[in-house]
């Protein structure tokens, strides 16, 4: 599993940070954190970005720094997967009958890094998840202000709206006790499934999965990948309860949910949800929910 954490220098990106370190603990993710620089940078940044002063005291760096930290934190120095380590010196075998003498490192188990670019927040972002073959971005916002970065700009939502991958957006801190899944009942991808499981897992939280209804019930369709959900989360040591909504009321129940619950969409390409919850649902989700929204590709 790879992560994309985008952050900027605020309390929402530390939030961002924190969450993702404990999903890293169970996933053993390849983790990159990501801070983007604008070019509208005033003169006296500018010149910063072409010398020493950039690396060591700019205030991104300065941050990235910090983030790295704080996320090696949450692991116990013996057991972090992403520590070189090194073991001193080995008689090593080199060839058929002869041995010498070497100085063992062992790398890191998974790569954490961390990367500064520089242009528009939203592109760049993009780019990243693109190159890195991203499985899922996460990123944190001021609730507060809907939802926006620093400067006022909805950096969450065009993430979302335009992100190939997964996105997870983190709120405020707050106890999440439910995830609210809601899956395409034809097209769900065995990722996204396990992304919903991380969730629930890294909440020690209820889960609730929604199947859509035209108002006569589950058809016998739905009803079969319902169950067939239902096992896979079971297996899991997680009991699910299975909600039924009817579409026409699917965006006034997430509405709801999303005040208490961390909500999770299936939005993939062939995605019905896509027909029936349209884009400017999800920014709104985005944008009011107190919870944090998890969109699923």
């Known amino acids: 599993m790879r992560i994309l954490v985008a952050v900027d ?80 010196y080995e008689l090593i075998e080199i060839r058929k009958g002869v041995w010498e003498e070497l100085y063992v490192a062992k790398s890191a188990k998974k790569n954490l890094k961390t990367r500064i670019r520089f242009g528009n927040p939203v592109k760049e972002i993009l780019a990243e998840s693109q190159e890195e073959e991203s499985d899922l971005i996460t990123l944190g916002c001021d609730h507060t202000k809907g939802c926006t970065w620093k400067d006022g700009t909805s950096v969450p939502q065009k993430v979302v709206n335009d992100a190939s991958c997964s996105v997870l957006v983190i709120k405020q801190e707050k106890k ?3 995830v609210v899944g809601c899956l395409d009942h034809h097209d769900v991808s065995q990722q996204s499934l396990e ?7 890294l909440h020690q ?42 579409i026409s009321s699917l965006a006034s129940f997430i509405d709801h949910e999303a005040q208490r619950s961390l909500v999770a969409l299936w939005m993939g390409k062939e995605s019905m949800l896509k027909k029936v919850f349209l884009q400017s649902k999800v920014n709104k989700l985005i944008k009011m929910s107190k919870s944090s929204v998890l969109v699923l590709r």
Not at 205 to 227: F, P, S
């Open 176 to 178: 999440v006790e439910r």
């Open 205 to 246: 939280a209820e889960l609730d999965i929604v199947g859509l209804t035209g108002g006569e019930g589950l058809g016998e369709e739905v009803e079969n990948k319902m169950i067939t959900i239902l096992r896979y989360y079971t297996a899991r040591h997680i009991q699910p309860r299975i909600k039924q909504v009817e």
């Open 195 to 201: 992304m919903i499981n991380q969730m629930v897992t």
């Open 9 to 88: 220098q605020n309390p929402y990106s530390a939030r961002a940070v924190a969450q993702v370190a404990i999903l890293a603990k169970n996933t053993w993710a390849d983790v990159t954190l990501l801070g983007v620089q604008p070019r509208t940078a005033s003169k006296s940044e500018s010149s910063d970005l072409s010398s020493s002063r950039w690396h060591l005291d700019h205030p991104l760096a300065k941050a990235l720094r910090g983030y790295r930290e704080k996320f090696l934190a949450h692991f116990a120095e013996e057991d972090c997967p992403y520590l070189q380590r090194d073991f001193g």
